[in-house]
């Protein structure tokens, strides 16, 4: 990795050299990032990843992409992000580095718009794929109508693995409408174990207050973690 940095170091040099513009590009400062390989500058991890990736994306190297995505993250540099939203379609199991990327750059509306629309597509097949990009939504407080629709059909799709049903419940509750609450509040009396009924706890915390406390009231005598469930809920209710 390193004789690919200081590769890369060295182009970039040779190229602000020979720039007519020279006098203006290579100030000391530059000078001095080129010469560290360690941290490169910014129009070196662009171009690293244009040429190993943008331009060559039938050599695929796991290992260079992590690297890259993480630098590339740290200076907050967008010149990934197409390719990334791309990428998960083709290479799932890239999704958590991706995603780490993305959430040290700042997407447009459009392209949250692409990252949703891909989880209701035929080729978003991995439940745990799914799970990993509405953590994100919702980690990020992330509202979009697209992933919304999404996560209604999920919470109650028995077919779905446990963790998405879970987050896609968390993510109506956060973000869903006055029926989508009441909803939530109806599948209580369907969960299958006590873990279910605490995610519909948690739910229904923006619920109108007194209709939220009176089915608090009603479930908190049904095991001990409800009865938590019920008190994590009223003491952080959003």
């Known amino acids: 990795m390193a004789d690919l940095i200081n590769e890369l170091n060295?182009?970039?040099a040779r190229e602000l050299r020979e720039?007519?513009?020279?006098?203006?590009?290579?100030?000391?400062?530059?000078?001095?990032?080129?010469a560290d390989a360690d941290d490169p500058p910014s129009p070196v991890l662009e171009r690293a990843f244009e040429d190993y990736f943008v331009d060559a994306p039938e050599s695929f190297d796991a290992t260079l992409f992590h690297y890259?995505?993480?630098?590339?993250?740290k200076v907050e540099s967008r010149v990934a992000v197409a390719y990334c939203l791309e990428t998960l379609r083709g290479k799932p199991e890239e999704t958590e580095a991706i995603l780490h990327y993305l959430a040290d750059v700042d997407l447009e509306v459009e392209e949250l718009d692409a990252m949703a629309e891909y989880l209701g597509s035929e080729d978003a097949i991995y439940d745990y794929q799914l799970f990993q990009v509405l953590r994100w939504f919702l980690a990020r407080d992330s509202v979009n109508d697209r992933a919304l629709h999404l996560c209604r059909v999920w919470g109650s799709d028995r077919n779905r693995d446990p963790w998405l049903q879970?987050?896609?419940?968390?993510?109506v509750g956060r973000f869903g409408d006055v029926d989508d609450l009441q909803e939530v509040e109806q599948m209580y009396s369907e969960s299958a174990n006590?873990?279910?009924r605490a995610d519909r706890i948690g739910a229904v915390r923006?619920?109108?207050?007194?209709r939220r406390n009176a089915f608090y009231a009603r479930v908190a005598g049904d095991s001990?973690?409800?009865r938590r469930a019920v008190k994590v809920a009223k003491a952080t209710r959003r």
């Open 194 to 196: 006590d873990v279910e």
């Open 10 to 12: 060295s182009r970039l």
């Open 166 to 171: 879970s987050y896609a419940i968390a993510y």
């Open 19 to 34: 720039s007519p513009d020279s006098p203006y590009l290579r100030p000391a400062e530059i000078v001095s990032a080129l």
């Open 224 to 226: 001990e973690l409800v």
């Open 206 to 210: 923006r619920m109108e207050r007194s």
């Open 68 to 73: 890259l995505l993480v630098r590339l993250g």
